[in-house]
């Protein structure tokens, strides 16, 4: 079973995501939980102060490939 915890973001440094767009769809994130917590925080750049959701790092990579070669399939 997964449990849910807290994590205090206020001080983390975002980036906008390099797959993101000029447009209003990016995404932003931060890579101070990849060492040694191995977490990747996402969060919608249009709505900073709003809801994130933190992926395991392998699942974010795989997650980028996926897009990525998606986006050069098209």
Known sequence: MRTACTIDTSNFNWRKSSYSGNGHECVEVSDDLIKPEGLVPVR????????????????????????????LAA
């Open 44 to 71: 919608d750049s249009k709505n900073p102060s709003g809801p994130k959701l933190v992926f395991l790092e392998t699942a974010w990579s795989t997650f980028v490939r996926s897009g990525h070669a998606r986006y």
